[in-house]
């Protein structure tokens, strides 16, 4: 114990405790959280070390720190079975214990919550993710304060972001401290390790070459993961280059480095067109741009707040008509909006994936965890694909104008449009076979 960890302890708490308490979603009730009183225990130990340093010497009093942690225990474990303290959610638990996300479909549904793999990784951190471990060597190695703080910072901001990929974020700036460090210190070796050779004559085992080789070498990986692809470099890393990417809104939301018009085009139709108090029923991924872009109200959004809407909207449109109808009445829906996705070629072309045709067998997931009775295996076959039921009794599948035909040898889907009576279609964004989007808005009727 040193009082310095006490006095940055408490600055850096007190400051962050001041934030989140005047953030709106926490505001006062957040110090009732675990998250933020496993924090105020912290300062309490540390505040007992530096008590019993300032007391007159006693043996009893060098051991209260101990007789706090041990009495805190007990008052936490207390309090947690008499529900006093408000445990974080699954959702975040599930950063630490990422197994548990696979209890919760409305969670992992979201692409930005899936576990990151070592290509997703290193994209995002690039060539800095190897010096990070040079950085941690060389920081426990000489066990300063402020080495083993940073050192347990960077490690468990790389675990989080291993668990949760929007996380990724999160762990550049540990990633960057600690990689220029290990940085730092490669080039101080190589310097030490050069500077004698210029001032005496003397036997080396090492030719001057490799210390002048090496640095060279991680001088020209950076460099190259640091150049963007203009600079005629085909395969980058450059953070230019993954910034370079339009706004998910614009390309449609199919990862493409163009503007694909289609969404646009719907939310622009729909704040012009459809009356002031209408309610649009989609999934929950569009439903913030119906409502800001659009302008108009949309059941659930990207919030997922409410998973028993969610669920509700899940089960409709794996339904059959009629009870699909009397759901998003009873939802209070006027309009049903679906998103398909579909690359045109050949005698129809093939679905794509990034849209509803690829996102419904979250609706069934979800709409079985509310505790609807939906057989996943009679929607889903085991290649992968959609089974015949899907498109012949559900309500989504009937919607999505492109259907499977075998032709040639091989699967189409070719465009067949709705003929189901209590959805009318309203607007497409484009004409069939012309974009590799397409946003459907149909009318509900009785």
């Not at 709106?24 to 959280?33: I, N």
């Not at 996380?167 to 990633?175: N, Y």
């Not at 659009?294 to 409709?316: F, P, R």
């Not at 009445?329 to 679906?338: D, F, S, Y």
Request: hydrophobic share 45%.
């Amino acid at each position: 114990y040193r009082r310095e960890l006490l006095v940055a302890f408490t600055t850096t708490f007190s400051t962050y405790t001041l934030i989140a308490v005047m953030v709106p979603k926490l505001g006062p009730g957040y110090l009732k959280e675990i998250t933020i009183l496993s924090g105020f225990a912290a300062f309490a130990i540390l505040l007992t070390f530096e008590i019993s340093r300032i007391l007159p010497e006693n043996r009893h009093l060098r051991r209260l720190p101990y007789y706090v942690v041990l009495a805190g225990a007990v008052s936490v474990f207390g309090i947690l079975s008499l529900g006093m303290i408000g445990l974080p959610g699954l959702k975040f638990l599930s950063v630490v214990l990422p197994w548990l996300r696979y209890e919760l479909p409305i969670v992992i549904s979201v692409a930005e919550n899936q576990l990151s793999t070592w290509g997703i990784m290193f994209r995002d951190l690039s060539f800095q993710i190897l010096l990070l471990v040079i950085g941690l060597y060389y920081a426990f190695r000489r066990r300063r304060d402020e080495d083993i703080i940073l050192g347990a910072f960077a490690v468990l901001c790389v675990y989080f972001s291993s668990t949760m990929v929007r996380l990724s974020t999160l762990a550049a700036p540990a990633v960057a401290i600690l990689a220029g460090f290990g940085l730092s210190e490669l080039v101080i070796g190589f310097a030490k390790s050069i500077k004698p050779t210029l001032t005496r004559t003397r036997t080396r085992t090492i030719g001057m070459e490799y210390y002048l080789l090496t640095p060279l070498l991680i001088a020209s990986i950076l460099i190259f993961s640091m150049t963007p692809a203009a600079y005629g470099i085909r395969y980058t890393l450059s953070g230019i280059d993954a910034a370079y990417n339009p706004q998910t809104v614009v390309s449609s939301s199919i990862g493409v480095r163009s503007e694909v018009p289609s969404w646009l085009k719907a939310l622009n139709w729909m704040r012009e067109n459809l009356p002031a108090d209408a309610v649009v029923a989609c999934w929950w991924d569009y439903g913030y741009w119906v409502t800001i872009l659009g302008n108009k109200t949309s059941i659930v959004d990207n919030a997922t707040l409410n998973s028993t809407q969610i669920g509700e909207i899940g089960y409709a449109f794996m339904s059959d008509e009629e009870t699909a109808y009397k759901i998003f009445r009873r939802l209070g829906a006027t309009h049903v909006l679906i998103f398909v996705t579909h690359w045109p070629y050949g005698q129809g072309g093939r679905l794509l994936g990034y849209g509803d045709e690829g996102k419904w067998i979250w609706m069934l997931r979800i709409a079985v965890q509310e505790g609807h009775k939906l057989n996943e295996s009679e929607y889903l076959s085991p290649q992968g694909t959609p089974t015949d039921k899907f498109w012949s009794e559900t309500t989504l599948g009937q919607l999505i104008p492109f259907k499977p035909t075998r032709g040639g040898g091989q699967m189409n889907h070719v465009y067949q449009p709705s003929q189901l009576k209590h959805f009318r279609l309203v607007y497409e964004s484009d004409p069939p076979y012309t974009s590799l989007a397409y946003v459907y808005i149909y009318e509900i009727v009785d």
